[in-house]
């Protein structure tokens, strides 16, 4: 524990669930029945977590989209969710086939 003018470097927040929600009740009982962890400490742990993965998500789209660009002529693709579509049609005359050998 970090002190600061002795004082113990710690912060405080209420965490309030609504047990009518369904994520809010399955949230609230993982902490109920885990003994791993303490409370904080399980919180600290998904907070953190969501977040990092929220970003690594952002930053995976994001070299995607950058990727196909490169690839598909006169049009920026976009990115929605898991699939990737373009508002554009591709003559199969535009389409480059000497990558497979012919």
């Known amino acids: 524990m970090a002190l600061e003018n002795n004082k ?4 405080t927040i209420c965490v309030r669930f609504n047990l009518d929600k369904p994520i809010h009740c399955k ?5 109920r ?3 791993e962890f303490s409370n904080s400490q399980a919180i600290a742990i998904a907070v953190a977590s969501f977040f ?12 995607v989209k950058e990727s196909l660009a490169g690839f ?3 049009s920026s ?4 969710g898991n699939v990737v579509s373009q508002s554009d049609e591709i003559s199969i005359n535009e389409i480059d086939f000497d990558f497979l050998g012919g």
Do not use: C, G, M, W
């Open 33 to 35: 029945s885990q003994t």
């Open 77 to 80: 693709p976009t990115v929605s």
């Open 72 to 74: 598909v002529p006169n």
């Open 52 to 63: 990092e993965n929220r970003n690594l998500a952002d930053r995976i789209v994001a070299a």
């Open 27 to 31: 949230a609230y009982n993982f902490l």
């Open 8 to 11: 113990p470097n710690i912060k």
